[in-house]
């Protein structure tokens, strides 16, 4: 599917979101299927696949709530140091290609660059040190401060009040369908999806939402004087 092109000259703050979308997603998915489980299994003396198990059973009574991003929630529920287990494999960490000069070329093109995530702020600070990103920013926000995830009306509506922005000429690119399905339903006018998320991982495709491959194929361009 060709991914319609986005009329730049309409758009006037960018929001992006992080884990997924400028940073890999495999140190995430490494961190909480591999890592955290082989920890935890240590912690109980299981096997790993046990411990997967259980902390998946775990998950999926918060997923989309923002105790499902909250390293100290799972600090407290799962009796690990969350935080400390992240730095053990932040060698993971890994901007996506083309992200640094796609973020250049937005402050080229005088956008206002915003940051919208719903990272904990012990990861987004990890993450930052190891990538150094935030100097791209003009404001980094993060939905634990708003107490909203982004898959929630509230989030945009609280976000609204703190960093006011035109709906009809904001660009939202994140990886998570339900936040750009949440984003839209507040009248975001520009949405897009990402299509390898986790460069280790499958392709995903939404019947809704265009989904990003190359960030190369969507920055705006430089204009050449005749």
Known sequence: MTVPAIQWHRIDVVLLDLDGTLLDLNYDNVFWL?????RFAELHSMSAQQA????RKQMRHVEGSLNWYC???WSAKLGLDIAALKREIKHLIAVRPGVELFLQRLQLHH???R??????ITSLDLKMQCTGLDDYFDRLQTSHALGAAKEHRDFWLRYQN??????QRALLIDDNF????????YGLAELRGIRFPDSAGPERQSPEFHCVDRFEDIMPRIEVPA
Do not use: G, W
């Open 52 to 55: 997967l198990s259980e902390l």
């Open 34 to 38: 591999q890592h955290v489980p082989k």
């Open 115 to 120: 940051l919208v995530t719903n990272a904990h």
């Open 178 to 185: 339900s936040v750009l399905q949440a984003a839209r339903d």
């Open 71 to 73: 390293v100290d929630y």
């Open 162 to 167: 703190v960093d006011p922005f035109d709906p």
């Open 111 to 113: 956008k206002q660059v």
